[in-house]
């Protein structure tokens, strides 16, 4: 157990040839069971080692505390205590090794590669070699702790996209870390997304498969005339690792639409014949549409003028309404 969020302890107490605490089947547990990681997408970003003893002959205490952060020395460390292969390497102005001595997973720093119980039982270097059959007369403590994180496998927006719109149109543009997939969408200024999957799902989207990192577009069209939109987009590796959430939700553009909302006539007569009652003719319907939701009620008004009918030409366009 830790108090360190994210992270396996492990801690041993040596005094006079006997283990207080921290025994070896506590070692070979913390060595073989914690440190392996159960996901691909977890990984551990630190280790620190603290080391005490008690040096009788000189009368000594010395201790020496010590983290390493570099991502592929952890990595090799891990694999080494896991496996019993011999690894070292200099790490944080300190030289780390792991060794196998008679089986047993030593793992030590500024010590030599050898296995004499001189320079690796506790209190005669700093070390944690818990399973090794030591019964020198010294008191010595000796404590690992390692730190995992989450390393996202989907692609990751290197700083936040940009949106530039057009009457009808918006271009995302995206510097992405890695190859995937892009998913963005439009909604209305001031909806509450609670799942990426809105995105996708969105009737204002978009999806693009990157085949390389960097700066990548995505176009969303048929947005209406000067509107407001908030928008989202989230990644995923092509293994269907997905952004979650809380990440996508931190990249949200706000952004309107440009200038100007209007009507277009879709439906016009050259000619409306007079009406007569009695008349069976079907009757001439105009229609129009609207390129943008109204934000109110919206009264339309068609305005005819009698004209002469000496031709057929049409009479009636967009600019009467």
Known sequence: ATSIPNSFTYSN????GRTLFGSCNDWTTFTGTYLALPYSNLYFKSITLYFQYYDQSKDQLNSVNTTCTSKSIISKIVYSLEFGSDYAATCNGFDWRVKSCNGNRILCINCKATCVKTVSCPGTSYSISSCSSCNNYAIA???VNVIYAVQPLYPQFDKPFTVNTTKNTALITANLTTTGILNCAAFS??????????????TLRARLYVNQSGFNNIILSGLSPLTSYDFYCYTSDFSNNIMPLSESTTFKVIENTLCCKSINLTTSYSSVPQYIVGNTRPESIFTFTLDARPNST?????SLSLVSCSDTSTKLSSSSI
């Open 13 to 16: 107490f040596y005094y006079k």
């Open 141 to 143: 403590f000796s404590a």
């Open 189 to 202: 200024h001031g909806f509450l997304l609670s799942t990426v999957a809105e995105i996708s799902s969105a």
């Open 298 to 302: 919206v009264n339309i008004q068609i």
